[in-house]
């Protein structure tokens, strides 16, 4: 599997994301450029990245100017024919605007930035990035981003649930889905679903924060590790 | 030749008043023009020499401060920001700059601003910032105004700093009734370079095109310099236009064109518009160069119509550089700022002769020498006179004898109201609004340490970050109280495992023709060159803000904000605060004092505002630091702490509760008061745990040291026990030192 990351003007965590899949992960990485028309010869066999950050600047709505960039329309090609699409804070919101994702990211409860760890649990293993995070996992993930509060109406939450769409969920240190451990005030406590197909995944939290032992963190590799479905020996 | 024509009023003295300048200054003008000047070149001479851009009432002071040193490439003066050689062939750009009067009449683009211009400062030499910190002041929550001034300028720095993708990694917050009117805001930037891919801001080669780049021009901000440089008053309001308006995604398309355009060798010289905008970048870029330019102001790229050429010279418009590029790199710069969606329009060229000509619709409109207009040339020079403050008096009269010991119960009961405290408490409420993880380089986020460790990927170095300025200790004796606040920065590093290498400073003071603040302000400057020859961190630069004062209040507490940048080799040295796990042994480093002086338990408990400077000695405060640093060297201990706001409880409260651990101290009190020993802040002590069975071998190597070492008990599971008082569980007074700041902003 290949990697391409999108660079739309106002990302600022598509470094971070290349320097974690090239520099930890030691995978191939392609770098599209929003006024690009092609995927350098990715395949639906690969995954592309919409990284975190303020594309477009964030204005009138997160996300909302992102999705009429040319990439963006390789994009959802690449998505629609079951190509792996794996939006990440800003991603997330852009996938959601695009309608490559049901629902919508609203400003958050408190009306503030919010910049902190928090704990997830992975809902089940059968997705391409949970596949190696077990039921009892916790993983301390931080998120960053003042519009996560996951929003969509009642049929489509059902949805969600019915097909195993709802793939991460704010809990606390002891991996229980609390309203306390809801920082932003999204339904259901999600922070991260994927699609009906499940090649497409957007989440709030940033895995590639929490992936080096330098940080002092490497719970979000396992979600890398899922997705190369690497066979890691548990300790 | 004919004198330039701007089709404005011929100006008066009058007229110079009103601009700020002064009667012998307007003479001076006219003397170095052998004229005298038109309108628009008034206005650029009472821009240019307001103490923002010319720092005439400090910079005689200011020349006496080191700014020598070994690693040290860019002096203070020289360029935007030092830059300190940091080897594996890379350098650190960094500066701290204060925007406290945009700030006080508009929180969020103030402080928002004030961001972006530190970081311009960065950029505009090649350095990629990787990391910002912030050093705040508000006032009383008692004050009605207070509030709003945090949330305004906690968001401001939020907003900008999230959406340019820089972390927000550090920084301090104080608050008291002297800040009511007048916040201060001083952010600090921190950039890394490769050495051989720096910019100077030196304009060169005559015939090279001059460009400008970023945003196009408005009107807002003009004569913000001038603003900075006046009292706030009442009407201050009224001034809303002098604010400047932020733009963070414009910035970082900025910076990435610019780095984009440096790397493929078009910038010959760059500089950011800050301060007085294009008549700023334009004179200190040609008189840095000995060139002169011609400039066309109507190929200025503006955002309104009919802006006149007075305005377009001043107007202090965000997300601008001014570059001149190397010949036959016009169409490469051009493409690069096309790609990125950004102006890039020619205005003008450098010229051999040593003059700013200025032209509109085919007329010149202003014709000035840059020599006459920037600091080091031609702009005044002031030695102002001082007295020692009045209040000194009652500073005298403190006598501990005086102060009533609590009982046991009643050092219970402060403790709790210490951690509380907002100049103590968790400042979480605000730094949660900061993205303080991007680029993936904060290794403090994980492993809390006194000073920010930020990781230079792709190498084992890191940085060691802080601002530090405790303002009631410079109150208290700015001469003593400035050097406290060099050391503590110093410390701080040394405590995270760093090297101090150079410091930068952002100097808050009232009004400088007020005789006791220039006495506060004179001191302060002989205490920072003391305490910075001694550590050898040389001053790289930094920024002036006097006139912070208004009628209510009067002066704000003078403030010396310390930015330290400090170096880990290698970042497996860095060293946390916290308590690591049970029966680790706890140590002190450096000797207790019977002191209360300037302790946040004698001003908020007792109420007494008046008291010297703390406990403090330049030469142990060395000493000290050396031991810290090897001790962390040979992997001694696992967690090193200073004693600083709050005294040792709080010091070990601080340790504790990150991990809800506990101590169990007992420790020689030499008949010391027991308020003295928990809360006194008096200088130079270091906590440190040590595992059992490094025991043996660090005590061996404290031996050799004359730093005193005394160990003082060990790690518990959760109980604080400090000389037979118990304090109860560490996670009880985690609720109230986490939430409180947040209380109270809630609070109405």
């Known amino acids: 599997m290949k990697f391409g990351v999108v660079v739309f003007p106002g990302s600022n965590c598509d470094r971070d994301m290349i320097h974690v899949l090239q520099d930890v992960m030691q995978q191939e990485v392609k770098v599209l450029w929003h006024k690009d028309h092609d995927l350098q010869g990715l395949t639906t066999d690969d995954c592309i990245v919409l990284p975190g950050g303020f594309s477009y600047g964030d204005y009138l709505r997160c996300g909302a100017i992102a999705k009429f960039s040319p990439i963006m329309r390789k994009v959802m090609e690449h998505a629609n024919n079951g190509g792996f699409v794996w939006g990440i804070c800003n991603g997330f919101q852009i996938l959601c605007e695009s309608g490559l994702l049901p629902g919508a990211l609203l400003r958050n409860n408190n009306q503030k930035f919010i910049c902190k760890n928090v704990y997830l649990t992975a809902t089940h293993s059968e997705s391409a990035l949970t596949r190696n995070i077990l039921q009892d996992d916790v993983l301390k993930i931080p998120i960053a981003h003042a519009e996560g509060r996951y929003y969509a109406d009642e049929a489509t939450l059902k949805n969600l649930k019915k097909n195993g769409q709802i793939l991460f969920q704010y809990c606390n240190e002891e991996g229980d889905v609390t309203a306390e451990a809801n920082p932003n005030g999204a339904l259901l406590n999600i922070a991260g679903i994927c699609n009906e197909k499940g090649n497409v995944f957007g989440m709030m939290p940033h895995p590639e924060r929490a992936a080096e032992e330098d940080l002092n963190n490497i719970d979000g590799r396992k979600l890398f590790e899922s997705l190369l479905n690497l066979n890691l020996v548990e300790q | ?748």
């Open chain 2, 1 to 748: 030749m004919t004198a330039p024509k701007d089709n404005l009023q011929k100006p008066t003295l009058q007229n110079a008043l009103e601009l700020g300048l002064k009667q012998d200054e307007w003479e001076k003008i006219i003397e170095l023009m052998g004229r005298e000047p038109n309108f628009t070149e008034l206005s650029m001479f009472s821009v240019m020499w307001s103490e923002h851009c010319c720092y005439k009432n400090s910079i005689a002071w200011l020349k006496k401060l080191p700014k020598d040193g070994k690693h040290i490439l860019a002096k203070a003066g020289e360029e935007n920001a030092g830059l300190v050689d940091i080897g594996g062939g890379l350098g650190c750009v960094f500066k701290i700059e204060s925007h406290n009067h945009p700030s006080a009449i508009e929180p969020y683009q103030g402080a928002a601003t004030g961001v972006g211009g530190i970081s311009r400062d960065i950029f505009t030499m090649g350095a990629r910032p990787v990391a910002s910190l912030n050093s705040l002041r508000f006032g009383d929550f008692n004050h009605p105004n207070t509030r709003n001034l945090v949330k305004g300028v906690v968001k401001g720095i939020g907003d900008y700093g999230n959406c340019f993708g820089v972390p927000t990694v550090g920084g301090e917050v104080y608050f008291d009734e002297s800040y009511n009117i007048n916040p201060l805001v001083n952010a600090f930037s921190a950039g890394i370079v490769e050495l051989g891919k720096t910019v100077s801001a030196t304009a060169k080669n005559p015939g090279s095109k001059v460009y400008i780049v970023g945003s196009a021009t408005g009107k807002d901000g003009i004569h913000g310099a001038s603003f900075a440089s006046a009292d706030i008053t009442e009407d201050s309001a009224e001034e809303l236009p002098s604010v400047q308006v932020g733009d963070p995604f414009m910035e970082k398309l900025l910076l990435e064109a610019t780095l984009e355009a440096i790397d493929a060798g078009c910038v010959a010289g760059m500089q950011d518009m800050g301060a007085a905008g294009i008549i700023c970048s334009t004179s200190e870029m040609s008189e840095k160069g000995k060139v002169g330019m011609k400039i066309d102001l109507n190929k200025v790229p503006t955002r309104q119509t009919n802006m006149k050429p007075w305005e377009m010279l001043l107007s202090e418009s965000q997300e601008r550089m001014l570059v001149v590029v190397e010949k036959g790199k016009e169409a490469a710069i051009e493409k690069i700022f096309d790609k990125w969606d950004l102006n890039c329009a020619v205005i003008g060229e450098v010229i051999a002769e040593e003059i700013l000509e200025f032209t509109f619709n085919n007329e010149l409109i202003a014709r000035v020498k840059p020599v006459n207009l920037v600091l080091g040339g031609d702009s005044p020079v002031y030695h102002r006179t001082m007295t020692e403050p009045k209040y000194f008096e009652e500073i005298k009269k403190f006598n501990i004898e005086n102060i009533d010991e609590p009982n046991e119960d009643d050092l219970k009961a402060i403790a709790k109201k210490l951690a509380a405290q907002p100049n103590i408490a968790s400042k979480r409420w605000i730094y949660e609004q900061y993205d303080s993880m991007v680029q993936v380089r904060n290794q403090t986020t994980n492993m809390p340490s006194d000073a920010s460790v930020v990781r230079i990927n792709g190498t084992e170095k890191a940085l060691a970050l802080t601002v530090d300025c405790n303002p009631y200790y410079i109150y208290a004796n700015p001469e003593i109280g400035t050097a406290i606040a060099v050391s503590e920065a110093a410390r701080n590093i040394v405590c995270s495992g760093g090297e101090p290498m150079a410091i930068t400073n952002c100097l808050n003071f009232g009004n400088p023709y007020n005789e006791e603040v220039y006495y506060q302000f004179a001191h302060a400057i002989m205490g920072m060159k003391s305490a910075c020859e001694k550590f050898g961190t040389p001053v790289t630069g930094g920024n002036v803000s006097f006139y912070n004062q208004s009628s209510d209040v009067g002066p704000v507490l003078p403030t010396p904000t310390i930015g330290m940048m400090g170096l880990l080799q290698n970042h497996e040295n860095k060293m946390g605060i916290a308590f690591r796990k049970v029966g680790d042994l706890i140590y002190l480093l450096g000797k207790n004092v019977n002191d209360l002086a300037s302790s946040q338990y004698l001003i908020h408990h007792h109420g007494v505002k008046n008291s010297p400077a703390p406990y403090f000695n330049l030469d142990e405060e060395f000493d000290l630091h050396q031991l810290v640093r090897e001790v962390i060297a040979e992997k001694l201990v696992v967690s090193a702490h200073d004693i600083s706001e709050g005294g040792l409880f709080m010091n070990l409260l601080e340790s504790a509760m990150i991990n809800d651990l506990g101590c169990d101290i007992e420790m020689k009190d030499d008949g010391m008061r027991m308020d003295a020993l928990l809360f006194g802040e008096a200088q130079g002590r270091v906590i440190v745990t040590v595992k059992p069975k490094h025991q043996a071998a660090f005590e061996a190597l404290c031996k050799k040291d004359i730093v005193p070492v005394e160990l003082i008990g060990s790690v518990t599971t959760g109980d604080i026990s400090i000389n037979g008082v118990e304090f109860g569980r560490s996670r009880h007074f985690k609720t109230v030192y986490d939430n409180s700041l947040e209380e109270l902003m809630n609070a109405n």
